[in-house]
């Protein structure tokens, strides 16, 4: 063997990659496993691991595969994949590069997870009633994290760019492994009792399902109900989920995100501050207006409420009033007075009118009654036979009487009827 031959790591990895890609029996695997560490990237490619009791293996699938299929992949979902084995020559890890994916069953991680949930969730611990608002500036805010992580980093930066005036206890637990869960419900407890805290914080950065499974435990997640002061979860990623972000009384989607909800912008309380100082000097300027318009007409009532000005008032409007009076009467009378003089002459005419044709009426009438007088017809010859004071108007009538009167103008003469003579 040639002692001076050396590889530069990229033609190993390639080697690698191309005796890999060699292989007819890797070229189309299927492989079963459960799904951990799964991550969806904005570019649309799937990219998680495989395990099973013993082993995992890295695995992808990209976005033009990834939109082909039914299923939605979530951490501990039980899978069988279709693909081919290659190497990633940049970090020079093998990893399955996927085709299709199928559900094949739940694995034990997300069972152990479903079953916590939904008996927390039958007890009434996720309900919205039970969770409490955070207060609107905390004095203390207690964070339970690893000491060595990124998340107490992160949350410094963001709380002492909001208000560095509120300060930051720090109770470091581990957050993964063996005994995570219950130094993490210590810590907790412990939390509430320190004085001045009024929110706990309490999470860790991303990670495999594995790798937050001390945020699933019960014991965390009664710590978390239990606790007399407002718990934030900060566990994981946005799209990570856990038991403690049901519990909790605000969830934050990251660290950063938890120090933002925690913690108010100090230049947006300030002019918070700024804005209520103006609309309570605006309030105060106008309630003195007010006050002051309000006075001048309390003052001008009390003027007009005193008997002299009442009086005087009174004699200024009656006076007023006589005079618009009088001017009416006035303006009454001279509008009337043509339609009186009118009326005058028409009353004249039709009086001289009334008067002409009543006697004319009357002229007709006792001409009418000179005609029909008797006095009259007898005055022209005639006589008028009387049976004593009834008028004898026909010869039958005539032949039964024996004495009759004859009535001339001038004056009556009586008649008597003598016997066997004739008619």
């Not at 560095?164 to 419900?185: F, N, R, T």
């Not at 925690?262 to 501050?273: F, Y």
Request: charge should be positive; include cysteine.
């Amino acid at each position: 063997m040639n002692n001076d031959w050396v590889l530069d790591v990229s033609d190993l990895n390639e080697y690698v990659r191309a005796v890999l890609a060699a292989d007819p029996a890797l070229r189309l695997v299927r492989l079963r496993g459960e799904i951990s560490n799964f991550k969806r990237h904005s570019s649309g490619h799937w990219y998680f691991t495989l395990k099973d009791e013993r082993c995992r293996v890295s695995a992808v699938m990209f976005r033009q595969n990834a939109m082909r299929q039914s299923i939605r992949p979530m951490d501990g979902m039980s899978v069988i994949v279709t693909g081919q084995v290659s190497l990633y020559a940049e970090s020079g890890t093998y990893q399955v590069y996927c085709d299709s994916m199928r559900p094949e069953g739940v694995g034990t991680l997300y069972q152990q997870f479903e079953a916590l949930k939904h008996k927390l969730q039958m007890e009434g611990l996720f309900d919205t009633a039970r969770k409490r608002p955070l207060p609107y500036r905390p004095r203390k805010i207690a964070v339970i994290t690893s000491l060595t992580g990124a998340v107490l980093h992160d949350i410094r930066r963001v709380a002492a760019r909001r208000d560095p005036g509120v300060p930051l206890v720090l109770l470091p637990v581990q957050v993964q492994g063996q005994g995570a869960a219950e130094e993490i419900a210590a810590a907790i407890r412990r939390a509430a009792a320190l004085p001045g805290i009024d929110v706990i914080i309490t999470g860790r950065g991303g990670g495999s399902m594995e790798d937050l499974w001390a945020f699933n435990e019960e014991i965390v997640a009664r710590a978390i109900a239990a606790s007399p002061i407002p718990v934030i979860s900060a566990v994981g990623h946005e799209t990570d989920v856990t038991i403690a972000d049901f519990v909790a009384d605000a969830r934050a989607s990251t660290p950063s995100n938890a120090a933002e909800m925690a913690v108010p912008d100090r230049r947006e309380m300030i002019d918070g501050l700024r804005g209520m100082q103006r609309h309570l000097s605006d309030a105060a300027q106008s309630l003195l207006r007010d006050s002051r318009l309000t006075l001048m007409s309390l003052q001008r009532r009390l003027t007009l409420c005193r008997p002299e000005t009442r009086l005087h008032a009174l004699m200024l409007s009656a006076s007023a009033q006589r005079s618009r009076l009088d001017s009416a009467i006035d303006a009454r009378l001279a509008a009337f007075a043509p339609r009186m003089a009118m009326a005058g002459i028409r009353l004249d005419n039709a009086m001289d009118k009334a008067v002409a044709a009543a006697h004319e009426r009357m002229d007709k009438a006792q001409a009418r009654l000179l005609a029909i007088n008797p006095a009259a017809v007898l005055s022209r010859g005639y006589a008028m036979v009387m049976d004593g004071g009834k008028v004898v108007a026909s010869k039958q009538a005539a032949d039964r009487i024996e004495h009759m009167t004859l009535r001339f103008h001038d004056g009556s003469v009586d008649v008597y009827k003598e016997e066997n003579h004739g008619s």
